[in-house]
Nanobody, 122 residues
Framework: QVQLVESGGGLVQAGGSLRLSCAAS????????MGWYRQAPGKQRELVAV???????NYADSVKGRFTISRDNAKNTVFLQMNSLKPEDTAVYYC????????????????WGQGTQVTVSS
């Protein structure tokens, strides 16, 4: 089992910044993919950014140049630095980890955090 604890959401004015963190714990040896998704009211959950254990990243077009994803493999933690925030970034942000190699050398897949609210006022 893997547990995810998110932090860093809140209310910010347009143009401001926030930094989200997500720490994974449990019987983890390594994590292949860590990422952030978001869901705005009335909309489907969408990918924001993802990073692999090797450091490869992928971003939604809407956040490129404004958001930066990073991770600390030693601490099984992923970060999302969000700059130049816009009202349309308002959503619940969810942490996701996928393809987790456990200490028993089995793989587990697709864990989600509880979500953290990000609200950007205009």
């Amino acid at each position: 089992q893997v547990q995810l604890v998110e932090s860093g959401g809140g209310l910010v004015q347009a143009g401001g910044s926030l930094r989200l963190s997500c720490a994974a714990s449990g019987s983890i040896f390594s994590i292949r993919s860590m990422g952030w998704y978001r869901q705005a009211p009335g909309k489907q959950r969408e990918l924001v950014a993802v990073i692999t254990s090797g450091g490869s990243t992928n971003y939604a077009d809407s956040v490129k140049g404004r958001f930066t994803i990073s991770r600390d493999n030693a601490k099984n933690t992923v970060f999302l630095q969000m700059n130049s925030l816009k009202p349309e970034d308002t959503a619940v942000y969810y942490c996701n980890v996928d393809r987790v190699l456990t200490t028993t050398r089995s793989y587990e897949y697709d864990y989600w955090g509880q979500g953290t609210q990000v609200t950007v006022s205009s």
